[in-house]
C-alpha cells in the first residue's frame, strides 16, 4: 500500500492529466522510498517462506514458534534494514553532481533512471548500489529457494497421504509472487549493470510486473 501510494498518484497524473514533472528533492524522496519498501517487500516474502516452511515442517508447534512478538522483532528489524541501506546508497546519489538532461525515462524515480543524469563518472556509485540492491534480493531468494527444497522433499514424502495437495495448495500464491516480484527484478538489476538497453515501453512493463502485479497477487 505505502509503495503504491508514493509511486502511482504521480503516475496517473503523468498518464491522464500530461503532468510528468517533479522536483529534484521530491525525485530522492520517491526514489529512497521506492527501494526501501522494495527491500522490504524482499524481506516479507522471505518471512513468508518461513512461515511456510514451519507451518508445514513443524505443524503441531507452529503456534508456539511463531509469536507475534518473534513477528514484530523481525519485521522491524528488516524495516530498519532496509532504510538504513537505501540512506547510503540516497546519500551517495545526492552528492552526484548533476548537469542535464533533467529527463527521466520511467514512470517514478530509481536509481537506475538517476545515474545517466550526473555529470561525472557514477562507476563506483552504480557498483555499491548494485551490490546493495542485490544483497536485498539474492540473500532473500537463497533463503526463500532452501525452505522450498525442504517443504517439496516433505511433500514428496507425503505423495501417499491425502494432505499433500493441501500443502502443494497453501504454497502456490507465495511461489507465483516470489516469481512475478525477482525474476523481472534481478534480470533489470543486471541489464541495468551491464548498460542493456530497452525500449521505454519494454521498461516501463517489466517494471509494472515486479512492482505493482505482487501486490495485486
Request: charged share 10%.
Amino acid at each position: 500500500l505505502l509503495f503504491d501510494t508514493i509511486t502511482t498518484p504521480k503516475i496517473i497524473a503523468k498518464y491522464w492529466f500530461g503532468d510528468g514533472n517533479i522536483s529534484f528533492s521530491g525525485c530522492l524522496f520517491q526514489l529512497f522510498c521506492v527501494h526501501s519498501l522494495g527491500s522490504v517487500d524482499s524481506f516479507i516474502l522471505m518471512l513468508m517462506a518461513a512461515d511456510r516452511y514451519i507451518a508445514i515442517l513443524q505443524p503441531l508447534r507452529y503456534f508456539a514458534i511463531i509469536t507475534k512478538k518473534l513477528t514484530t522483532i523481525f519485521c522491524s528489524c528488516f524495516w530498519v534494514l532496509s532504510v538504513v541501506i537505501v540512506s547510503v546508497m540516497t546519500y551517495m546519489i545526492l552528492k552526484l553532481p548533476f548537469c542535464g538532461p533533467n529527463n527521466i525515462t520511467g514512470c517514478f524515480c530509481s536509481s537506475s533512471v538517476i545515474f545517466p543524469l550526473a555529470c561525472t563518472d557514477v562507476t563506483y556509485v552504480r557498483q555499491v548500489s548494485l551490490i546493495f540492491a542485490l544483497s536485498v534480493l539474492l540473500i532473500p531468494l537463497a533463503f526463500i529457494i532452501l525452505s522450498y527444497a525442504l517443504i517439496v522433499l516433505t511433500i514428496h514424502s507425503m505423495l501417499h497421504s491425502d494432505n499433500w495437495q493441501k500443502l502443494f495448495y497453501t504454497c502456490t500464491t507465495h511461489l507465483l509472487v516470489i516469481c512475478l516480484y525477482y525474476i523481472p527484478r534481478v534480470f533489470m538489476y543486471l541489464a541495468n549493470y551491464v548498460r542493456l538497453l530497452f525500449n521505454a515501453d519494454i521498461n516501463v512493463l517489466i517494471l509494472y510486473m515486479y512492482t505493482f502485479l505482487p501486490h495485486l497477487a
